[in-house]
């Protein structure tokens, strides 16, 4: 009887097992997948449907971490690079915090305004990640983004 209901709790993925492992313990995606006995795309639908902030990846930081608000890092490689995956990252000090953005979230909101862009994703036209010209960005929500994305089989 214990064994079971133990064996149901693991392999729950509420919203708040998935904050703890996610935000405050930091372990990717596809180690909640593994702890939990989940495919990866699960778990990235429950981290979308819950509103989980995601970790920016590819960037050459350290120890990035959720602080409540936004993720900061102990330390950053430049304050403006191109990470792994081609997004240009942006990480300036704010009140003595390494901060982390992506850099056309960044440049959307300049353009377009932060209530805009609070809640939407930012999609590159040309399909190149670090093409952060202006014309080049465009708001889409999460979903018509997936959309698009799927239909393209890109990945920007
Ligand atoms: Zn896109």
Sequence with gaps: MKVSEDAVTTHKMDESTLRRLYLDEGLSQRQIADELGKTRSQVRKKIEKYKIPTRPSGGQWKNIKWDGSSWVTESCHSKLHTGGNGYEMWCP?????????????LLAIAKFG?????????HHKSGV???NRKENLEIMTPSKHAAHHSRQRGNN
């Design 129 to 131: 990640p670090w093409d």
């Design 93 to 105: 000090k704010v009140n003595g915090k390494i901060k982390t953005f992506y850099h056309h979230r």
């Design 114 to 122: 932060v209530s805009e862009v609070k809640g939407k994703e930012v």
